[in-house]
């Protein structure tokens, strides 16, 4: 038993420290430290460096292009990107749609699809929540009919997270209504420039537009952008929420967010003291460290285990429960450290390069304007990705066997 | 980065697992923990068989020369068993503040004797007044001539009472708080001026209060050098900090397993209690404070030995403040899910439930962890 990485981990990532260095810019690392929105282009254009340098497949095997990594080295990249203030990896693409390409899709499809996702070409979105159809997921309504080589979809969509940016999306579709709900669900690719579709945003507690609902009226969907075999499709959707719970403990943001809430406490004054120093907040302060450190060696045991199997088991349930709160405590803290100075809600100075007034008294400080915000957002994280009591029903059968 | 056992740890663990589960079951550890002396010399004979007592007394005193990850993998076993025998007391911190000073005949001599099973040597450091400060020694030590007399008070000192020898810190010099001249002797428990007031504790195990009143102690029987015992009784303290993690996980795995049971077999309205939703996400709760307690008792034993006294000390008190409060978790939890059961005496629970209160209120508690933690980030 050791902490320590092996040389050749080490290695790794000094390599990736390098390669943050030479190619994230500054304007994006301080917007994502300064917790400020990133654009479409901000996105894309990370994905770009990411596919020259040869991982834009990050987690793929190398026959489809990827470089190969193991979970570790994976874990490796996203704690440096994380600390470097790269942009978080949108997951729908490379995460989430490849490994069901690479595992269920033809050969067309994949090389199709496959290049365009690493490239950053295409943006993906995902069609699984609906209205009716949330934490029971395969009670899914949205038809699809067989008419000669199309699938003709009906239905809507819902929390589709950045479906405005999108050129396609995967969807999860009922072919047959008289089966076992489990059992007549398929998996569909849709490009999202089809006519009958309609995206109408959503907007959240925190004045963002991070998700939206989706119309599909009359959707035209070649037959041939179906994964897999019809009816089938529920089997691939288990198998991609297995995926998307890789690194979903969120260390290096963790310790990103931390080292956050550590300076704006060292900076905002209380009897004319650090914040830092009152001993109840320090006291909160340091349980969410040594929180987020029992978390992280336990994110590393799984990680140890998984050397030898790649599947993610059932311990990225507690991983996602344990990784949620946390992250949803220091976001409680940054927004408290700030006192009186979180109430001010402008979306404009919630920007980045936002020009506060000269002329005027200061509104707070620049960090505070975003923090309120931001903490309303994170109450998402114990909703999403299935509910932290879903996470705990998952634990309850698959763990402990109840 | 890995957390696998070698093979040596996994063979420790499994030798011990068997004994206990063979020698030492529920009945018998009510029947030694009612018995007057509080412990058993027929299964310190078979520990020390075992070679459990040896395992961190280096080989030339005759021991095993093992760390504290070989302690991780025996002591959540004694935990389970709810073993009271001096394991932690004598073959863990007593051996770990004898290393120290092993250049010293008497003290290489009385580990020896610590590995072999046949003497018993615990620190005697904590005073009443001092709460879990390590500095706060009031316990005098004045020379004359070949000689130390020693007045003072130590608090709940762990089986003072099975103790052949007491390690008894006290001050030479400077005041109460001074990290600078406590001073550490070695002291016969029969001693004149030596004298126990010896009690259970919560969880059954045995302890003393211990007065030193004018207590006369060879200058031969001073460890170290006079003043400056105070780093070598802390990194003892530290290596017991990290035991008893591992002591307390051992518990909480025994405490969830059973509870899981019990929900399977207890029927209420007609089926398991164990089908209530409310139910499978108290267990789920208990499961990951486990889990991040097992975490932290692994960083306490890579960490409770490292040179550089902060990280030793960061996680040190990370891993005491995540364990105390997941030890309250379970405990409560598993006690309150056994409903009316979980307050007899008759059921392991409570006595498990015991151990991990005891376990909370040793070697500092979480409030007091998460506080040093604290101002370890600002020093």
């Known amino acids: 038993m050791r902490l320590e990485f092996t040389d050749e981990e080490q290695a790794f990532r000094a390599e990736v420290q390098r390669f943050l260095r030479e190619q994230l810019s500054p304007e994006i690392s301080a917007k994502v430290w300064n917790g400020?929105?990133?654009?479409?282009?901000?996105?894309?254009?990370?994905?770009?460096?990411?596919?020259?340098?040869?991982?834009?497949?990050?987690?793929?095997?190398?026959?489809?292009?990827?470089?190969?990594?193991?979970?570790?080295?994976?874990?490796?990249?996203?704690?440096?990107?994380?600390?470097?203030?790269?942009?978080?990896?949108?997951?729908?693409g490379t995460k989430m749609v490849a490994p069901v390409i690479m595992a269920f899709g033809s050969k067309v499809q994949q090389q199709r699809f496959l290049p365009r996702i690493s490239s950053g070409a295409d943006w993906w979105c995902q069609g699984y929540s609906e209205p009716g159809a949330g934490s029971d997921l395969a009670s899914?309504?949205?038809?699809?009919?067989?008419?000669?080589?199309?699938?003709?979809?009906?239905?809507?969509?819902?929390?589709?997270?950045?479906?405005?940016?999108?050129?396609?999306?995967?969807?999860?579709?009922?072919?047959?209504?008289?089966?076992?709900?489990?059992?007549?669900?398929?998996?569909?690719?849709?490009?999202?420039?089809?006519?009958?579709?309609?995206?109408?945003?959503?907007?959240?507690?925190?004045?963002?537009?991070?998700?939206?609902?989706?119309?599909?009226?009359?959707?035209r969907v070649p037959v041939e952008n179906r994964i897999g075999e019809e009816n089938r499709g529920w089997t691939y959707a288990k198998f991609l929420l297995g995926h998307e719970r890789s690194n979903i403990a969120g260390i290096g943001i963790g310790k990103r967010e931390l080292a956050r809430l550590k300076r704006i406490a060292s900076s905002e004054r209380q009897n004319g003291r650090p914040l830092i120093e009152d001993p109840l907040f320090a006291a909160q302060i340091a349980q969410a460290e040594i929180d987020l450190w029992a978390l992280e060696i336990t994110n590393l045991r799984v990680l140890s285990a998984e050397r030898k199997s790649a599947a993610v088991g059932p311990e990225a349930?507690?991983?996602?429960?344990?990784?949620?709160?946390?992250?949803?405590?220091?976001?409680?803290?940054?927004?408290?450290?700030?006192?009186?100075?979180?109430?001010?809600f402008r979306r404009e100075a919630m920007e980045a390069g936002y020009q506060f007034d000269a002329s005027r008294e200061s509104p707070g400080p620049r960090y505070a304007s975003t923090l309120a915000a931001s903490y309303c957002n994170q109450r998402k994280l114990s909703i999403f990705g299935g509910t932290n009591e879903i996470q705990k029903n998952i634990i309850s059968k698959m763990i402990v066997g109840l | 980065m890995n957390f696998e056992f070698s093979d040596e740890q996994r063979q420790l663990h499994e030798v011990v697992e068997r004994y206990l589960?063979?020698?030492?079951?529920?009945?018998?550890?009510?029947?030694?923990?009612?018995?007057?002396?509080?412990?058993?010399?027929?299964?310190?004979?078979?520990?020390?068989?075992?070679?459990?007592?040896?395992?961190?007394?280096?080989a030339e005193q005759g021991g095993l020369g093992f760390g504290p990850l070989e302690t991780l993998a025996m002591m959540g076993d004694c935990g389970r068993n709810l073993v009271l025998e001096p394991v932690l007391s004598s073959a863990v911190i007593g051996a770990a503040v004898l290393r120290a000073f092993a250049d010293q005949k008497p003290a290489a001599e009385l580990l020896a004797g610590i590995g072999s099973g046949e003497k018993i040597a615990v620190l005697a450091h904590f005073e009443s007044g001092a709460r879990y400060e390590s500095q706060w020694v009031t316990t005098s030590a004045r020379r004359n001539g070949d000689n130390y007399t020693l007045d003072g008070h130590k608090g709940v000192v762990m089986h003072a009472g099975a103790a052949d020898t007491l390690l008894?810190?006290?001050?030479?010099?400077?005041?109460?708080?001074?990290?600078?001249?406590?001073?550490?002797?070695?002291?016969?428990?029969?001693?004149?001026?030596?004298?126990?007031?010896?009690?259970?504790?919560?969880?059954?195990?045995?302890?003393?209060d211990v007065y030193l009143k004018g207590a006369q102690v060879p200058l031969a029987n001073r460890l170290g050098t006079e003043g400056g015992a105070l780093p070598a009784i802390e990194a003892a303290l530290d290596i017991g900090l990290a035991a008893v993690c591992a002591d307390a996980v051992g518990v909480m795995q025994a405490m969830v397993d059973a509870t899981v049971e019990y929900v399977r077999q207890r029927q209420q309205f007609g089926q398991p209690i164990g089908r209530f939703q409310v139910l499978q996400h108290r267990i789920a709760d208990m499961l990951i404070h486990l889990e991040q307690a097992r975490s932290m008792s692994y960083l306490a034993a890579l960490r409770c030995?490292?040179?550089?006294?902060?990280?030793?000390?960061?996680?040190?008190?990370?891993?005491?403040?995540?364990?105390?409060?997941?030890?309250?978790?379970?405990?409560?939890?598993?006690?309150?899910?056994?409903?009316?059961m979980?307050?007899?005496?008759?059921?392991?629970?409570?006595?498990?439930?015991?151990?991990?209160?005891?376990?909370?209120?040793?070697?500092?508690?979480?409030?007091?962890?998460?506080?040093r933690f604290a101002a370890l980030k600002r020093a």
């Open chain 1, 36 to 92: 400020y929105e990133l654009g479409r282009e901000d996105h894309v254009e990370w994905q770009r460096r990411l596919h020259q340098r040869g991982w834009g497949g990050m987690g793929w095997p190398v026959e489809f292009g990827g470089p190969g990594w193991n979970s570790v080295q994976q874990y490796i990249f996203e704690e440096e990107s994380a600390l470097a203030g790269g942009p978080r990896l949108i997951p729908f």
């Open chain 2, 168 to 208: 008894v810190s006290a001050r030479t010099s400077g005041s109460p708080g001074d990290a600078q001249g406590v001073s550490l002797f070695m002291v016969p428990r029969t001693a004149p001026g030596l004298v126990l007031d010896e009690y259970p504790t919560l969880d059954g195990q045995r302890a003393a």
């Open chain 1, 317 to 344: 349930s507690i991983l996602k429960v344990r990784g949620t709160e946390i992250h949803q405590s220091i976001s409680e803290l940054l927004m408290r450290a700030v006192g009186p100075y979180a109430l001010p």
């Open chain 2, 305 to 340: 030995t490292h040179e550089d006294i902060i990280e030793r000390r960061r996680a040190l008190s990370a891993a005491k403040a995540v364990i105390g409060q997941a030890a309250r978790f379970v405990g409560q939890q598993a006690v309150q899910l056994h409903g009316g």
């Open chain 1, 140 to 219: 899914l309504k949205t038809r699809a009919v067989l008419e000669g080589d199309h699938y003709v979809v009906n239905g809507q969509k819902t929390w589709n997270t950045l479906g405005q940016f999108a050129d396609w999306i995967f969807c999860l579709v009922r072919t047959d209504s008289q089966a076992k709900q489990q059992s007549g669900i398929t998996f569909l690719l849709i490009d999202m420039k089809s006519p009958g579709i309609t995206v109408r945003p959503i907007m959240l507690l925190d004045g963002g537009h991070e998700v939206n609902e989706i119309w599909f009226e009359n959707v």
């Open chain 2, 342 to 371: 979980g307050m007899t005496d008759e059921l392991q629970v409570s006595h498990w439930f015991k151990r991990l209160t005891a376990a909370q209120l040793m070697f500092g508690d979480s409030d007091t962890h998460l506080q």
């Open chain 2, 21 to 58: 589960n063979e020698q030492y079951s529920f009945e018998r550890f009510k029947s030694i923990k009612n018995s007057a002396a509080g412990w058993d010399s027929s299964v310190w004979r078979g520990l020390a068989e075992l070679g459990v007592l040896a395992i961190t007394v280096p």
